[in-house]
């Protein structure tokens, strides 16, 4: 029989189908140090992740029953894929299934910061009794999202996923990407219905100086690409969201940007030092905060257990 770790966790649908297809799966959550030692004694065919396992070099050549590695997800910076692949072990992904969760934390962040909630759930439970006007007063002034502008940074299936929302909301899309040079979306309505745009990529600097927010899509790079010289060619008064990786965005360039009110707000889950982020983030008012859950909702979680077990069934049966 073979046997699968799925160590940072696996929905329920995944295990059925992989029991049912004669698989043992094993739940274990093993600590890094001690991963090598576990699948070896275990003789642990496949080993499944997400984002907190780091499957490295070091890792793979001491483990000879490995024949898969998977990662829940799009991003595949925690795992030596040339590496794995050099000695013949299958990599597999899920690129589609968390698409649209990433997309609909984009909004919430966005939704969020336009009418000033992070601040107003710190600030309400502390003056909403005895300041209730003044409070009143100091949100008053929020923007609705529909006629603005959305710069999308990074065009593949997240980044198409949040332009299609947003038009589906009446704002304008536009964006950047190295490899879409164009770009044919489709929006669906509940009654079968669906309208269709046609997009065309820009550079960088047209989108951050057109946009009214700009949204992050874009896997783990080797040096920022939202830096200082970057955040100042964005619109006063404007907003960014980074749901992709940490360590994309300058968090030093961008609470400057917030403190010296060039940028009205900022929605992060993701973060240069995660899982640590630094306390003048965490503590800034002007940034809405989740921590690292784009893909993780029950929809998405059952789209990537069915997804990863599918192509496990396929390559080791």
């Known amino acids: ?16 189908l992989l029991e049912k297809a004669g698989f043992e799966v094993n739940l274990t959550h093993v600590a890094q140090e001690q991963l090598a030692n576990f699948i070896n004694e275990n003789k642990i065919n496949g080993l499944l992740v997400r984002s907190a396992t780091k499957v490295n070099k070091e890792i793979i050549d001491a483990c000879p029953p490995l024949k898969l590695i998977g990662r829940g997800g ?41 009418r000033f909630l992070p601040d107003s759930n710190r600030n309400m439970p502390l003056e909403g009794e005895s300041h209730f006007k003044s409070l009143k007063k100091s949100y008053a002034g929020g923007l609705e999202l529909r006629g603005k502008t959305l710069g999308i940074v990074g065009f593949g299936r ?8 947003a038009l589906a909301l009446g704002m304008k899309v536009i964006y ?39 949204s992050l899509h874009v896997p783990a790079q080797e040096d920022y690409v939202i830096g200082k010289k ?8 404007s907003g960014i969201i980074n749901t992709s990786r ?10 400057e940007a917030l403190d010296n009110d060039h940028l009205a707000f900022a929605g992060l889950d993701v973060y240069e030092s995660e899982p640590h982020p630094e306390i003048q983030i965490l503590m800034n008012p002007k940034i809405s905060l989740t921590p690292h859950i784009g893909a993780s909702t029950i929809e998405a979680q059952q789209r990537i257990g069915m997804e990863l077990a599918q192509q496990v069934i396929k390559l080791l049966n």
């Open 176 to 214: 950047t990407d190295h490899h879409v040079n164009k770009a044919n979306l489709e929006v669906s309505f509940f009654d079968g219905q669906s309208v269709s745009f046609s997009l065309e990529a820009q550079d960088l600097k047209s989108v951050l100086k057109q946009s009214d927010f700009v």
């Open 74 to 114: 799009v991003g595949m910076d925690n795992i030596d894929v040339k590496h794995a692949e050099s000695k013949g072990i299958h990599i597999i992904n899920t690129p589609e299934a968390s698409s649209e969760s990433v997309a609909e934390l984009v909004f919430a962040h966005l939704f969020g910061a336009v």
């Open 1 to 16: 029989m073979k046997v699968i770790l799925a160590n940072d966790g696996l929905a329920k649908e995944g295990i059925a």
């Open 246 to 255: 940490g360590g994309i965005l300058d968090e030093v360039a961008l609470v």
């Open 230 to 237: 970057e955040l100042e060619m964005m619109k006063p008064g």
């Open 158 to 165: 997240i980044g198409q996923a949040t332009a299609k929302m």
